[in-house]
């Protein structure tokens, strides 16, 4: 289970993200979070000082922490606005039950239930692949998930829509690996790619729930990821 802290910096964080507190405005302060979470003042004390280690918020005398003007540029959630033309075709939606393994993999606990699917993204005029990805979710969660509903809808909607739960943040872990399986060589029907550079990790929801753990494989010409950096 998640800190309490954590619990708290995911909160704030989907305030943040969903525009609900804008840059220039106020968080809510640390006297109504000790109402809402029942907590004590230190795990939020904690949340508000990561806020602040990251440069997202700041405090001001007299008024609270307010969120950073630049913060609209220092946040990283996928990869998808990059190819605004290419259609998704999830496929092989099976279920399965965690053991230890997939446990390590993926960080869901050991018995728990999921469903497992793939997803290839195409370019729309050249139907050329530009990923590929499997993905793991929580059945507890994902109720009644099915193929149809992903190819007409995708996953985020069906967390929008049809679960209590609201997508807070990712961790990520990005390399390269080099193309030694002859699947994913036939899924993107091009035996010359020297290999892939992957995405891999994991989406939470604002109250510390895995979502998803996701891994996906890029062909290199199609990555790009554009950011800003800020100087602590």
């Known amino acids: 289970m998640n800190k309490k802290w954590e619990i708290v910096f995911d909160y704030l964080m989907h ?3 969903e525009n609900k507190v804008q840059p220039g405005e106020i968080l809510p302060s640390q006297n109504m979070l000790k109402t809402k979470f029942k907590y004590s003042e230190q795990p939020i004390r904690i949340a508000f000082n990561k806020l602040i280690e990251l440069q997202i918020v700041k ?3 007299g008024k609270g922490y307010v969120v950073q003007e630049k913060i609209q540029n220092n946040l990283l959630f996928s990869f998808r606005e990059l ?10 939606l099976k279920e399965a039950i965690v053991d230890s393994k997939l446990s390590k993999l993926t960080n869901f606990y050991e018995g728990t239930e999921v469903y497992f699917f793939k997803c290839v993204r195409k370019d729309k005029d050249t139907n050329e692949v530009i990923l590929y990805q499997e993905s793991y979710v929580p059945k507890s969660i994902y109720k009644n998930l ?3 509903y992903l190819n007409e809808n995708g996953l985020m909607k069906f967390v929008e829509q049809e679960t209590p739960s609201k997508v807070s943040h990712s961790s990520k872990k990005i390399y390269f690996e080099e ?3 002859k699947e994913f060589l036939h899924i993107f029907s091009d035996e010359t790619l020297s290999g892939f550079i992957v995405d891999e990790g994991n989406v939470y929801g604002i109250f510390g729930e895995l979502l998803e ?6 062909k290199p010409k199609y990555f790009k990821w554009d950011f800003i950096e800020w100087r602590k």
Do not use: M
């Open 59 to 61: 405090p001001v005398n």
């Open 213 to 218: 753990y996701r891994i996906s494989r890029y």
């Open 83 to 92: 190819f605004p033309n290419s259609i998704n075709r999830y496929y092989e």
């Open 146 to 148: 099915t193929l149809n």
């Open 179 to 181: 193309a030694n399986n």
């Open 15 to 17: 305030l943040i993200r």
